[in-house]
């Protein structure tokens, strides 16, 4: 029942997604308030939170081993018989979601203190990341969302480096953050 009705995979990477990386996007396609949500490098959590303080939450939806999508495995560089472990989250403000992301991670990179990385539970992986010293991150490339049922209006993703290891975020915004900004 999840599978069909909360899969956010297909949402995040449709088959015919353009996107683009920031400095060649089309400007006119995003507004000024876009922008600046999209293509902030900082913390997604510390922000969200700034909001509404004290009403920030992560909804675990599922963590689990598959092969990635087409988008991921281009950008971790993978094989084709290469798998990754999965976290797909909800980013919320007290019970209005605001942010569906997914992480894919090669199952080489949760080794040594990268192990982590799978027992966040419902604790924000920005709030893991952006705390190691060996943090490194890609631009953010930015795609329009088709209209769906979750009223996701624009996605992101950006490769993240812990000790040099990959491990790829995207993250699709809610037309719920409006209520917020």
């Not at 069909?4 to 396609?29: C, G």
Request: glycine share 6%; net charge positive.
């Amino acid at each position: 029942m999840y599978q069909d009705q909360l899969a956010i995979a297909p949402l995040l990477f449709p088959l015919s997604a353009s996107w683009s990386v920031r400095h060649r996007y089309p400007p006119f396609l995003l507004t000024p308030l876009w922008r600046d949500w999209l293509l902030d490098e900082g913390s997604l959590t510390a922000r969200l939170s700034g909001l509404q303080p004290g009403t920030f939450n992560v909804q675990l939806l599922r963590e689990y081993r598959t092969t990635p999508t087409p988008v991921e495995r281009q950008q971790l560089r993978l094989g084709q018989q290469q798998k990754v472990w999965v976290r797909e989250v909800v980013l919320r403000l007290g019970d209005k979601p605001l942010v569906y992301a997914r992480t894919a991670v090669p199952l080489s990179t949760l080794t040594g203190s990268e192990r982590r990385l799978q027992y966040l539970g419902e604790q924000s992986l920005g709030s893991y990341l952006f705390r190691q010293p060996s943090l490194e991150r890609t631009p953010l490339k930015v795609s329009h969302c088709r209209k769906n049922r979750l009223g996701l209006q624009w996605a992101r993703y950006s490769l993240f480096r812990l000790k040099g290891k990959p491990l790829l975020v995207t993250e699709a915004f809610s037309e719920h953050l409006l209520e917020f900004i």
